[in-house]
């Protein structure tokens, strides 16, 4: 028998919820974009579709990647199907002020031309929530520390796919370290030449295997430099 035709309209709002899920999960961006809009018109403010359709969606797709059932190209899609809904959402969460996870700078370093993984952090963390702001590839020192400067974000990522572009990760820090701004930013890395080692000896805060552990780094770090910060200022 042939699957009956859903009808988002038709369905509550909790049932459409765990659509929304699914269709995430199947990469279905049209129909996450129409239930976006029938949420919205519900009198659901942004931030909880966000975080209550989109971010929970995001989270299942980011635990099976992880665990190996689902793999790149079908988070590519969730991806996909989550920028739909969040370019509806965006200007309406800048317009009410809602609250961020954090904010995040990305790119990849100079003399690297790789990027996809690095596009998927950069999806996956938009989905956990976060701000992000992607530089793109081949990254100079200068570009990096512009972008900081002007987006002031809690974490820098960087990406490398090759090992002779490894060590300009190193380059990038040292001289955040010789600005005396080292402190101000949690530092992320990771690429497949990459492991916990060599984070460790260039000075970063934490490697990161693949998107999804960069997702739950990222919160783990935010929140707590946000702790810190609230007990300074207590």
């Known amino acids: 028998m042939a ?10 709002d909790d049932e459409l919820v765990l659509q929304m899920h699914d269709d995430l999960y199947d990469g279905l961006r049209e129909e996450i974009e129409e239930s976006v809009g029938i949420l919205l018109e519900r009198g659901w403010t942004p931030y909880d579709v966000l975080t209550k359709a989109l971010v929970a969606g995001m989270t299942i797709v980011g635990a099976d990647f992880r665990d190996g059932i689902l793999f790149v190209p079908e988070v590519l899609l969730a991806a996909n199907a989550m920028k739909g809904g969040m370019a509806i959402l965006k200007p309406l969460l800048i317009s009410t002020g809602a609250p961020r996870v954090g904010k995040m700078v990305i790119g990849t370093v100079k003399g690297d031309i790789h990027d996809i993984g690095k596009n998927l952090v950069a999806m996956m963390m938009e989905g956990a929530g976060f701000e992000v702001l992607d530089l793109g590839i081949n990254n100079s020192v200068e570009k990096y520390l512009a972008a900081l400067e002007a987006e002031q974000p809690d974490i820098l990522g960087m990406s490398a796919l090759l090992t002779t572009t490894m060590p300009y990760m190193k380059v990038v820090i040292d001289t955040l370290v010789e600005k005396g701004l080292r402190e101000e930013y949690i530092v992320l890395v990771g690429g497949a030449p990459l492991n916990e080692e060599f984070g460790r000896a260039i000075g970063a805060d934490a490697y990161c295997r693949d998107a999804a552990v960069a997702v739950e780094t990222a919160k783990t770090f935010v929140a707590r ?5 609230g007990q300074l200022s207590a």
């Open 3 to 12: 699957d009956e035709e859903i009808i988002l309209s038709e369905l509550d």
């Open 225 to 229: 430099k946000h702790n810190q910060l």
